[in-house]
């Protein structure tokens, strides 16, 4: 193990970043949660204890992709066979882990949040509940790993939710539409039985959206002059 604080630098001060967004979003609470980022064969991950809403670049340690500190001077979170499994088996390039209010409510109650806005579908649609297990064992990651399928996030039964995503900021997003889709369905349920899109209402969103660019900036057509 080294000291270094300058390996993965960038990572770490990112991760540091996320963890303190994700707090002031209200998604972290004190030391519950943890964060990463994947750099080659090097990931940078939150360290055990640390609190998150004011984490610092050096309160990250690094591993390699077995899990070896290579860099910081704190054990990484305890979930660490968890983040690991995800970049194996999805290659990802970065992992949040939150105990939002929520996500972690509905985790309590449901066998999966169903796609009942077509914004879940830029998370894979239905997000599946990953049976419980206690935290940092070997069966929770399993668990986890197994309702990520085909999926950028799940929810973890009495315990929080995941996303994965190829970007840091992707993942920390999609962290916060998670959690925005569980108030929509507690709000919902609230007051009925929330409609959920069935497979060709998902389909059709699909397809609007790669016909219409969704989600991305695109500048006004220049007008010619003979249509002045």
């Not at 998150?52 to 054990?75: E, F, I, S, Y």
């Not at 796609?115 to 239905?126: D, E, R």
């Amino acid at each position: 193990m080294t000291d270094s604080s300058s390996m993965l630098g960038q990572e770490r001060a990112a991760v540091a970043a996320a963890c303190r967004r994700l707090g002031a979003e209200g998604l972290l609470i004190g030391t519950a949660g943890n964060v990463s980022v994947r750099a080659g064969e090097r990931v940078a991950i939150t360290a055990t204890g640390a609190v998150l809403a004011h984490l610092t670049p050096d309160q990250v340690t690094v591993v390699d992709l077995d899990g070896k500190v290579v860099a910081g001077n704190l054990q990484p979170t305890s979930e660490l066979e968890l983040h690991l499994g995800v970049y194996h088996r999805y290659g990802a390039g970065a992992v949040v882990h939150t105990h939002a209010p929520m996500a972690t409510a509905l985790s309590c109650v449901l066998d999966e949040l169903p796609c009942i806005h077509y914004q879940l579908l830029a998370l894979g649609g239905t997000v599946r509940v990953a049976p419980y297990a206690t935290f940092g064992t070997p069966e929770l990651a399993e668990s986890v790993l197994a309702a990520l399928e085909g999926r950028s996030a799940a929810l973890m039964a009495n315990h929080g939710a995941l996303t994965h995503a190829p970007t840091l900021d992707k993942a920390v997003e999609d962290a916060l539409l998670l959690e925005w889709a569980c108030g929509v369905y507690q709000h919902a349920a609230a007051v009925g039985r929330p409609r959920v899109l069935d497979e060709q209402q998902q389909l059709a969103v699909i397809e609007a959206a790669l016909a219409r660019d969704y989600g991305t900036t695109r500048p006004v057509p220049p007008v010619h002059e003979e249509s002045r």
